[in-house]
């Protein structure tokens, strides 16, 4: 080829359209919508670092405004527990919650929101980035045309409020009670009446009488919703949930919709509030427990060292009996065990020295 055809030539090409594809790609957008279990302006779980809406934000800016996602604390477009069946129907393409609150219909999900006397949240975050937890989350949601993330973590939580002092496991007995997920199994086998109640409703049943006890996350969320004005008894060990993930749900055929980018970026925005909404609750808890002692009258105990032996033991036998009696959920309880088992001997030997100190 001649140097004048070689410039023609280059200049037919550079006068030509970019592929048809490349366009389609730089050019789709998307708008979804994502409702919540959680009501409108509560911190973490709503507003603030790491939450839905930071969530929703942080998409928006990584993508250049190519997934724009819209929204709705609980009440504002569904009820606060029926995400869901939004999702799953594709009324909405995203629901913020916790997967224990859909154990009517898929057992297994508790364990991917918090197991009692489990991992904490290195060990929940290590076992669903690194320890085959989220290939069994897409096992088991997958069949029902979800898909599922982590997007959050308060980290360790507090036992709850009791407007009577828990001395032994006899005082559980016919106790109504606020408490969702397999902790509540674990309740109900030591005489519990277990309720449960989105956390808007939490206070005025603590205070009416409706319960008598209530579990919602740890001082500086439990303060605001003025929990301290039904109960005075505060009690910790965190048993129940030694950590607790914020589930981001999604309809599987809108997450396949979307090109490997956008999912690249969904992905990292939810690991991105996993890590700062579990911060945020650290660096925000202490003050709120302090003021709540101090200033509020709380009456702030670990419980009685036989009864969270006793918690144990019931535990025990509550997760292994369930596990006999649903493949899915024994499959999950196998796999989660295994690798607790695992990365406890590696926290015995790294984190409880240094605590002990």
């Known amino acids: 080829m001649d140097r004048r055809n070689f410039i023609a030539a280059g200049a037919t090409l550079a006068a030509a359209p970019l592929a048809a594809p490349s366009i389609a790609r730089a050019q789709t957008s998307f708008t979804w919508k994502m409702t ?42 569904i009820p606060a527990l029926e995400g869901f069946d939004a999702v799953r129907s594709g ?64 980290g360790v939580q507090m036992t709850g409020w009791f407007r009577e002092p828990i001395q032994s496991t006899a005082d559980f007995e016919g106790l109504k009670m606020r408490i969702p997920g397999l902790a509540g199994k674990v309740y109900a086998a030591l005489g519990v009446d277990v309720k449960l ?7 005025p049943a603590l205070e009416r009488g409706v319960i008598d006890a209530a579990e919602f996350v740890g001082p500086y969320q439990d ?22 993930v914020t589930e981001l749900l999604m309809n599987k055929a809108a997450w396949d ?5 956008l999912k ?15 911060t ?31 918690l144990k033991a019931v535990t025990d036998s509550v997760l292994t009996e369930a596990a006999a009696t649903d493949p899915a959920l024994g499959k999950v309880h196998e796999a989660f065990m295994a690798f607790k088992a695992e990365h406890g001997a590696w926290a015995a030997v790294s984190e409880k020295p240094l605590y002990s100190l």
């Open 223 to 244: 303060r605001r919703l003025g929990l301290q004005n039904a109960a005075k008894y505060y009690y910790t060990t965190g048993w129940h949930e030694p950590s607790n």
């Open 91 to 154: 009324a909405v393409e995203m629901n913020a919650a916790n997967a224990y609150f859909w154990a009517g219909r898929v057992p297994a999900a508790q364990y991917f929101t918090t197991v009692p006397f489990g991992l904490n949240f290195q060990g929940m975050n290590a076992w669903l980035y690194h320890g085959g937890g989220m290939a069994l989350w897409d096992e088991l949601y997958e069949p029902l045309g979800l898909k599922a993330l982590p997007m959050g973590n308060t």
């Open 257 to 261: 919709s979307l090109p490997d980018d």
């Open 264 to 278: 690249a970026i969904v992905q990292t925005a939810a690991m991105a509030c996993n890590l700062e909404s579990h």
């Open 280 to 310: 945020w609750c650290e660096a925000n808890n202490a003050a709120a427990l302090r003021d709540l002692v101090e200033n509020e009258g709380v009456i702030a105990d670990v419980l009685p060292a036989d009864v969270v032996a006793e």
């Open 36 to 77: 919540n279990a959680y009501g409108p302006g509560s911190p973490f779980y709503v507003e603030g670092p790491g939450s839905p809406t930071d969530f929703c934000q942080k998409v928006e800016a990584m993508s250049g405004g190519r997934l724009r996602i819209q929204h709705f604390a609980a009440g504002e477009l």
């Open 197 to 203: 109640l989105p956390g808007g409703e939490i206070f």
